[in-house]
Structures are given as C-alpha cells and as structure tokens.
C-alpha cells in the first residue's frame, strides 16, 4: 500500500470512528445522567421554610420513608412543564413529596406555587444554591428519590415525563415501599 493511499484512508478511518461515538451518545437517555451520591446518604442540611405558609426541609427529616425530593425555582421553564406530574403524584399519595426552590426569590416562588398548586409536603428554600452544589444538581428540575433509611436512590436530571414516571419513578418507588 502506498502512502498517498494511506493519508487518503485515514481520514475516514478517524472520521467513522467519531460517527460510532456520536451514534452511541445520542442513544444515551439524558435524563440517567449518574450521580457520584447514588446509594449514599442524603448530604446534610437545614434549609429554612420557603415562606411562613410552608415547612423548612432537612435531611434528618428524610427517613422512615421513601421520599421525592425535586429541585425547583419559578423561573424554570421545564419546572412548570413536569410540575402537572407532580401535583397528581402528591393527589395519589404515591410518595412523601417535598421541594428544594433553588436560587430564587420567595415571592416569585410563592407566587408560582399558588398560580400551579403546591403538591410538596415541605419546601426548603435553597437560595444560595450550597444545597444543591452538596446534591450535585446539575440545574433546575432535578428529582431523588431518597429510600426510607435517607440514602439516594436514584436521581432525575431534567423535567418528569409520563414516561419517566413509568419506566423509573413509580417502579423504583413501589420496590423501595415492600
């Protein structure tokens, strides 16, 4: 073989490559983006109450129970588009559901809950975002599920889907209830 034809083919060897990569990475589900926390105990903390109409949230308040936590703030877009999901979720009674509003200011979180509904038992109000930077969140909505002895089970990057709900929710959430 000689060397122009080598300098042709290895182009195209790099650049198929890069296409299987590229094909592998866009059959990867976004949302199962893993956490280093998996299957460790909730970080500590002590959020204070959203307002004077909700409850604060703490780790310790995270145990005997499986429980939701998801991450919010009223200026999030995909928030408002998962938020019908949740508020049926806290309707059924599927799970202990409680919110972290991140980074954002209380009026306008208050103002957000009234106008969609509030489906969180207790809501933590995150300001600075130190919470979040201990749960790793990556942005707003992400959702844990937190198992009864308070260790993080799975985590949710992105807004809820039906599907979501399904395929990885409800399933885990009633395994971690028997």
Partial sequence: MNKSRLYFLLPVIIFGVLC???LRGLSLDPSAVPTALTDKNVPIFDLPALDDQTIGLASSDLGGEVSL???FASWCLPCRVEHPLLMKMAGDGVVALHGI???DESKDARAWLDELGDPF???G???DG???IELGVYGVPETFVIDQSGRIRYK?????TQRD???YLLPLIEKLNQ
């Fill in 101 to 103: 509003n991140y980074k």
């Fill in 165 to 167: 709900l399904d395929k």
């Fill in 69 to 71: 936590i998801n991450v």
């Fill in 125 to 127: 109000a995150d300001r």
């Fill in 156 to 160: 949710h990057i992105g807004p809820i």
């Fill in 121 to 123: 038992g207790r809501i």
């Fill in 130 to 132: 130190r919470v979040g």
């Fill in 20 to 22: 299987i990569f590229l």
